[in-house]
């Protein structure tokens, strides 16, 4: 099992100074933060992309190259890529390209975002965002398995004998998450793929993100795609500790009632009793993940959205000294002792190829 981090890029005041980071300390921030994440053992950073202050990530391929340049082993993944508003050749191109400069520790995760406005900025209406989704992702999972692509749909103009550059890595594409807070839609169509499915579970209830996820595992073993707990998910969770619970709570406090996401509406406990948010002890954290597994059944990926609502750099980090040292071996031992034997591990470039050759060989 996978366990990462994911950041949206928030400038955002700290409440307790008043002051907000640059654009400039925020994207060195996330850069840092990423480093730090392999340092202390996880397996992933995930970035989103966004096109409206008070967000910074506007160009993800940019960001997770430089990554690339100063990890090893740290899987490179977005927490969106919008694929209603990216034109799906740009996506094919600049992904295999990012996938070859990092060696194959790259995969993505496909969106429509958060923000109306994104639609008209980039020339598409609104009301088209899970046709552009459907349309442009069918064009984009062509580009990078067929050499020459003649195509013609609704958005985008026609191509004809069209070859995306560079082909991808070995010959097998970044692996495709398909990341929704509440479209049936786009668990349809990770279904459909046999990519995998990426619930948000901050915001909501646990019942809202269970739908989606038995409706994409139901769809999953309807398409051929293997059995439904062998259906590919990955979930998202918040978190913030500090070794007294006590301490956690009063810390975390001015930063949960003034952030833009979730400030000034429900209380602080009654966020974490209602949704996955957990502030408190290392110990409550791997608690309140274990109970993920109930709700969801074995699941694949675990990210973690630390890096918000105005905490500082400094503070950020001493969560991944805690994530990486009390949290993840606990989670990664208990989850691996529980998953039965033919519940796969969450994809890589390697077991893609692996996956690849040996399909080859049965045929041959």
Sequence with gaps: MQFGIFTVGDVTVDPTTGRAPTEHERIKAMVAIARKAEEVGLDVFATGEHHNPPFVPSSPTTMLGYIAARTERLQLSTATTLITTNDPVKIAEDFAMLQHLADGRVDLMLGRGNTGPVYPWFGKDIRDGIALAIENYHLLHRLWREDVV???????TPLQAFTATPRPLDGVPPFVWHGSIRSPEIAEQAAYYGDGFFANNIFWPKEHFQRLIELYRSRFEHYGHGSADQAIVGLGGQVFMRENSQDAV???RPYFDNAPVYGHGPSLE?????????VGSPQQVIEKTMTFRESFGDYQRQLFLMDHAGLPLKTVLEQLDLLGAEVVPV???????LRPAHVPDAPTHASLVAARDGAVEVAQ
């Excluded at 003649?150 to 985008?156: I, L």
């Excluded at 989670?331 to 002792?337: G, N, T, V």
């Design 150 to 156: 003649d195509w013609e749909g609704r958005f985008r």
């Design 250 to 252: 009063r810390e975390f």
């Design 270 to 278: 009654d966020f974490t009793e209602q949704t996955p948010l957990t």
């Design 331 to 337: 989670l990664r031992k208990e989850f691996d002792a």
